[in-house]
């Protein structure tokens, strides 16, 4: 993620003093632990350097899928495996394959709630419960395949999922972290993550916002909002000072997981869920990591040529 952000602002004319080739050679020898998701945005990767291994990685993802249960693998990293797939084709000028045609009935069949959102796991009592990862990548994924392949039906997707998803958006422009999606309501809202409002989030509607026209500026600005103090603790979330943005606002460890299994009980029996905590009941996560800052370049620097 690091390095699709930063190679984007390299191809955007900004200075890079990195060898991100180099980086990415070196990441070889963990080739043999990254999961399905992985190899798609390694393959996306691969691709906006060169396709310095594009088969070799798409023949992996196509061992993967062929002997995966699809319903095990969570709604986001199908989604990473899409992007990846999405840009394959892309740079063979081709507007999709078996594999990547495959995907994408099996996502709107079998991931698609009535509400609109996206079902974390094919089966199981976790699948209702997905969080915004969930969503937001699956946006993604749709909207690159409505652009790039000239699929009307995944950009109608997209749009269905951010039209319910920004029905949802907190009254402070927070993205909200678990969701029910039988429901079409938020479970928990914390930890409401700084990388969802500036980088994940602006991403996504950037790209259904090319690839479909629909209007997200607003939707996109009032997240921005929320890291300038406009959050649950009036908090900037930019510590210029040390060079980092605050990871999120969290619960604090006290009640953080008893809130998140009560609420999920709750939203699991149709009882409506509770109020705001009190502030003093949260805390800032003051860390940062590094495919944050990856994302914010993906988000904002113009696209790669």
Not at 45 to 70: P, Q
Not at 89 to 116: F, I, M, T
Not at 158 to 168: E, P, Y
Not at 170 to 197: A, C
């Amino acid at each position: 993620m690091s390095l699709l952000g930063l190679s984007r602002a390299r191809a955007s004319n900004h200075k890079v003093d990195l060898d991100i080739e180099g980086v990415y050679r070196q990441l070889n020898v963990y080739e043999t632990i990254l999961s399905p998701g992985d190899l798609g945005l390694q393959l996306w990767l691969d691709h906006r350097l060169g396709s310095l291994r594009a088969e070799t990685i798409i023949n992996r993802i196509r061992d993967v899928l062929r002997t995966a249960e699809w319903d095990n693998l969570v709604t986001m990293e199908l989604a990473w495996i899409l992007a990846g797939l999405t840009q394959h084709n892309y740079k063979n000028a081709r507007e999709g394959d078996e594999l990547s045609d495959s995907l994408v009935r099996y996502l709107l069949g079998n991931r698609s709630a009535s509400c609109g959102l996206f079902f974390h796991l094919g089966r199981g009592l976790r699948r209702r419960f997905p969080n915004f990862d969930t969503q937001i990548y699956t946006i993604h994924a749709l909207s690159m395949r409505a652009r790039l392949g000239s699929d009307g039906r995944s950009g109608e997707r997209a749009i269905a999922a951010a039209q319910c998803l920004s029905t949802l958006q907190r009254d402070n422009g927070g993205w909200p972290w678990l969701y029910d999606v039988v429901r079409g309501e938020v479970v928990e809202p914390f930890e409401i993550y700084s990388v969802h409002q500036d980088g994940m989030a602006p991403m996504a509607f950037h790209e259904i916002s090319v690839a479909t026209g629909m209007d997200t500026k607003k939707i996109v600005n009032r997240g921005l909002k929320w890291l300038y103090g406009e959050n649950e603790l009036a908090t900037n979330m930019i510590d210029e000072s040390n060079g980092l943005i605050y990871r999120s606002i969290r619960r604090k460890p006290t009640q953080a997981r008893a809130s998140l299994y009560w609420r999920t009980f709750m939203s699991a029996a149709g009882v409506p869920r509770h109020g705001e905590p009190r502030p003093s009941y949260l805390e800032i996560n003051p860390t940062c990591r590094p495919y944050h800052l990856g994302w914010i370049l993906e988000a904002w620097c113009k696209e790669p040529s």
